[in-house]
């Protein structure tokens, strides 16, 4: 059985570790090499990038509170098209934040090299085998860790901007759009990957505290932040550097640095960068590796990487593989090819996002409650995917080439090792259903059932009496008008043999309890309810009546809950009437009663409803 993972991230946490996962590579090395495509107007290439993240971020955050699971946008993307993009997710996630992270370990070994004569790869080794047993220890302590890096950077960053703003020279901004408006929207693309630790935290859903509410503000937070960040640095560099020195330098930040205080300046400087690579590389394992995790829970991947250690409750192995890949990265992989190929995945997962999104939205599951929805649906998405349609043209045919060669070598792993595995129905298979048939014996059930349980889960819902007599009930759901005699006829069978009693017995019982006063409780619900001989004998039946049961004075009843006990159980009996009250004067009951799709659906919006618990 697979443990599910300790919740030990706090909302500072979960900024820094999203904070300290973008302003690494993406401001201590890229800036250089930016300003070689772009020019001055880099810092609004920088800004435009982030605001391309906007869409995803709103989205991930929504989809994510709604499934806080461990392996983020891999998890909810296989939800919501199948096993087949969820394996391409899966990979193309996992290896571009471990790429991304293994070229912060080269970062680290550049910028070290300024002060010492350690070789590179070398000091890049070290750091990455510190941070598989940093991160096997516990997310706890990583997240501790990233807390106090990412402090000391803001905090260097701060001097940078403050001491550096009054040495700005703007004659190096002039002219602005010096390689063209084409070549800013370009390079947006470019350093598009400097955002990529923005949503990072998506994949720790799972060990986050309060999801619901520290999953989306922490990744607002992160985005204002690093947003901030980049423009003020990259402004403080353009003007300081000559832009001959700083086109295509590789430590454009140190050099800055040097410029405004000196070699001491620079050496602070040069280990602010030294932990905000740290702190990327830390983040890339802690996050990387629970895309292994994930998949491995889903069977594409083999069982081994889903086994959490009972001594650290962490995921080793698939701790340690992402390790070893990222070593590999260090010792044989062009890094600067393939952060370009990072960028592009990371793109494509940005447009499956929102796509992912407006699929589990349009497929109407009731047991798809999020705890924080995206704003402006579906515009919001739609601008998302556009936008990240128009940054992947911008990418160039050469990366989008090489980036198709890896989605098709998933798709290859799919066909050979999960297609035979796997059974996984999803979102997109429930939302074609709902337009081909509206046979309830054709709609696909193990997604509502496994959503329904992460709303169990994630809300702590407390799996009382009545919640078991409602995981126990019968549903019926009747289409067609019919009047309260013809009803309770059919009720009475029903439930005479579920209690081995005579129906014509319970039939009399039921049109008695009418006759003596209406058990319509408001417009539309009604609740008959009738004691019957015996001991420890409670049942309820539900249905849903959607052209209506038609109750004395003509009133029409679309939600009735039956309940029939014995003399000793009733306590219980008064505590399921209130159950009920409180479940159905809910906001928006009665449209989510009436638009369930099959009867999980309708089971669902009673289990998932908020109310008092015993």
Same mark, same amino acid.
């Given at each position: 059985?697979?443990?599910?993972?300790?919740?030990?991230?706090?909302?500072?946490?979960?900024?820094?570790?999203?904070?300290?996962?973008?302003?690494?590579?993406?401001?201590?090395?890229?800036?250089?090499?930016?300003?070689?495509?772009?020019?001055?107007?880099?810092?609004?290439?920088?800004?435009?990038?982030?605001?391309?993240?906007?869409?995803?971020?709103?989205?991930?955050?929504?989809?994510?509170?709604?499934?806080?699971?461990?392996?983020?946008?891999?998890?909810?993307?296989?939800?919501? @098209?199948?096993?087949?993009?969820?394996?391409?997710?899966?990979?193309?996630?996992?290896?571009?934040?471990?790429?991304?992270?293994?070229?912060?370990?080269?970062?680290?070994?550049?910028?070290?090299?300024?002060?010492?004569?350690?070789?590179?790869?070398?000091?890049?080794?070290?750091?990455?085998?510190?941070?598989?047993?940093?991160?096997?220890?516990?997310?706890?302590?990583?997240?501790? @860790?990233?807390?106090?890096?990412?402090?000391?950077?803001?905090?260097?960053?701060?001097?940078?901007?403050?001491?550096?703003?009054?040495?700005?020279?703007?004659?190096?901004?002039?002219?602005?759009?010096?390689?063209?408006?084409?070549?800013?929207?370009?390079?947006?693309?470019?350093?598009?990957?400097?955002?990529?630790?923005?949503?990072?935290?998506?994949?720790?859903?799972?060990?986050?505290?309060?999801?619901?509410?520290?999953?989306?503000?922490?990744?607002?937070?992160?985005?204002?932040?690093?947003?901030?960040?980049?423009?003020?640095?990259?402004?403080?560099?353009?003007?300081?550097?000559?832009?001959?020195?700083?086109?295509?330098?590789?430590?454009?930040?140190?050099?800055?640095?040097?410029?405004?205080?000196?070699?001491? @300046?620079?050496?602070?400087?040069?280990?602010?960068?030294?932990?905000?690579?740290?702190?990327?590389?830390?983040?890339?394992?802690?996050?990387?590796?629970?895309?292994?995790?994930?998949?491995?829970?889903?069977?594409?991947?083999?069982?081994?990487?889903?086994?959490?250690?009972?001594?650290?409750?962490?995921?080793?192995?698939?701790?340690?593989?992402?390790?070893?890949?990222?070593?590999?990265?260090?010792?044989?992989?062009?890094?600067?090819?393939?952060?370009?190929?990072?960028?592009?995945?990371?793109?494509?997962?940005?447009?499956?996002?929102?796509?992912?999104?407006?699929? @589990?939205?349009?497929?109407?599951?009731?047991?798809?409650?999020?705890?924080?929805?995206?704003?402006?649906?579906?515009?919001?998405?739609?601008?998302?995917?556009?936008?990240?349609?128009?940054?992947?043209?911008?990418?160039?045919?050469?990366?989008?080439?090489?980036?198709?060669?890896?989605?098709?070598?998933?798709?290859?792993?799919?066909?050979?090792?999960?297609?035979?595995?796997?059974?996984?129905?999803?979102?997109?298979?429930?939302?074609?259903?709902?337009?081909?048939?509206?046979?309830?014996?054709?709609?696909?059930?193990?997604?509502?059932?496994?959503?329904?349980?992460?709303?169990?889960?994630?809300?702590?819902?407390?799996?009382?009496?009545?919640?078991?007599?409602?995981?126990?009930?019968?549903?019926?759901?009747?289409?067609?008008?019919?009047?309260?005699?013809?009803?309770?006829?059919?009720?009475?069978?029903?439930?005479?043999?579920?209690?081995?009693?005579?129906?014509?017995?319970?039939?009399?019982?039921?049109?008695?309890?009418?006759?003596?006063?209406?058990?319509?409780?408001?417009?539309?619900?009604?609740?008959?309810?009738?004691?019957?001989?015996?001991?420890?004998?409670?049942?309820?039946?539900?249905?849903?009546?959607?052209?209506?049961?038609?109750?004395?004075?003509?009133?029409?009843?679309?939600?009735?809950?039956?309940?029939?006990?014995?003399?000793?159980?009733?306590?219980?009996?008064?505590?399921?009437?209130?159950?009920?009250?409180?479940?159905?004067?809910?906001?928006?009951?009665?449209?989510?009663?009436?638009?369930?799709?099959?009867?999980?659906?309708?089971?669902?919006?009673?289990?998932?409803?908020?109310?008092?618990?015993?």
């Amino acid at each position: 059985m697979n443990k599910e993972l300790k919740k030990e991230l706090s909302l500072l946490k979960v900024v820094c570790i999203a904070t300290g996962a973008m302003i690494s590579s993406g401001l201590f090395i890229l800036p250089g090499l930016a300003f070689q495509r772009a020019g001055p107007a880099v810092v609004l290439s920088y800004l435009l990038a982030g605001l391309f993240c906007i869409p995803t971020l709103m989205s991930k955050a929504e989809l994510t509170t709604a499934m806080p699971k461990a392996g983020g946008d891999y998890y909810y993307i296989m939800r919501g @098209f199948g096993p087949l993009l969820g394996t391409v997710a899966g990979f193309s996630s996992w290896f571009s934040l471990s790429l991304k992270g293994a070229f912060a370990l080269i970062g680290m070994g550049a910028y070290v090299s300024i002060i010492t004569n350690i070789p590179i790869k070398l000091i890049a080794l070290a750091c990455c085998l510190f941070f598989i047993f940093l991160n096997i220890a516990g997310a706890k302590e990583a997240g501790r @860790f990233q807390v106090i890096l990412v402090l000391g950077l803001v905090g260097a960053l701060a001097g940078y901007v403050i001491w550096g703003a009054g040495t700005v020279n703007t004659a190096n901004f002039s002219p602005f759009f010096n390689k063209g408006l084409g070549a800013m929207f370009a390079t947006a693309s470019f350093v598009f990957i400097s955002y990529g630790g923005l949503t990072k935290v998506a994949a720790l859903a799972e060990e986050i505290e309060n999801p619901g509410k520290n999953l989306p503000l922490g990744m607002i937070l992160s985005l204002l932040l690093g947003s901030v960040l980049y423009g003020l640095v990259i402004w403080v560099t353009v003007g300081v550097l000559e832009p001959s020195e700083l086109a295509g330098n590789l430590t454009p930040i140190s050099d800055g640095a040097g410029v405004i205080g000196g070699s001491v @300046f620079k050496t602070i400087i040069s280990v602010g960068a030294f932990l905000a690579f740290i702190s990327t590389a830390n983040a890339g394992i802690m996050s990387a590796s629970k895309y292994p995790l994930g998949m491995s829970r889903d069977k594409l991947l083999p069982g081994v990487f889903s086994k959490i250690s009972p001594k650290f409750n962490t995921p080793i192995r698939s701790i340690v593989v992402t390790g070893i890949f990222m070593i590999i990265a260090i010792l044989f992989l062009e890094l600067e090819l393939l952060v370009k190929i990072a960028s592009s995945i990371l793109i494509l997962l940005f447009i499956l996002a929102n796509m992912t999104l407006i699929m @589990f939205r349009e497929s109407k599951i009731l047991s798809y409650r999020p705890k924080f929805r995206s704003p402006l649906y579906p515009y919001m998405q739609i601008v998302g995917i556009a936008g990240g349609v128009f940054l992947l043209i911008e990418m160039g045919t050469g990366i989008i080439f090489l980036t198709s060669i890896f989605l098709l070598l998933g798709v290859i792993w799919y066909k050979v090792y999960v297609e035979k595995r796997t059974s996984k129905d999803s979102a997109l298979i429930y939302a074609l259903e709902r337009l081909v048939s509206r046979d309830k014996e054709l709609m696909s059930d193990s997604i509502l059932t496994e959503l329904k349980d992460i709303v169990v889960q994630r809300d702590d819902v407390t799996e009382d009496r009545f919640h078991g007599l409602i995981e126990d009930s019968k549903i019926l759901d009747i289409e067609a008008p019919l009047k309260i005699e013809d009803f309770f006829r059919k009720v009475s069978d029903i439930l005479g043999g579920e209690l081995n009693q005579s129906p014509e017995n319970i039939f009399n019982k039921l049109l008695e309890r009418e006759n003596d006063s209406s058990t319509m409780i408001r417009e539309k619900l009604a609740i008959p309810h009738i004691i019957v001989e015996g001991k420890n004998i409670f049942k309820i039946l539900v249905v849903r009546a959607r052209a209506g049961i038609i109750f004395p004075e003509d009133k029409l009843a679309h939600i009735i809950f039956i309940l029939a006990g014995s003399p000793d159980e009733r306590n219980l009996h008064l505590k399921v009437l209130a159950a009920i009250a409180q479940i159905t004067q809910q906001p928006g009951f009665d449209k989510k009663w009436l638009e369930a799709l099959n009867e999980d659906d309708l089971r669902s919006v009673i289990l998932l409803s908020k109310r008092r618990r015993n």
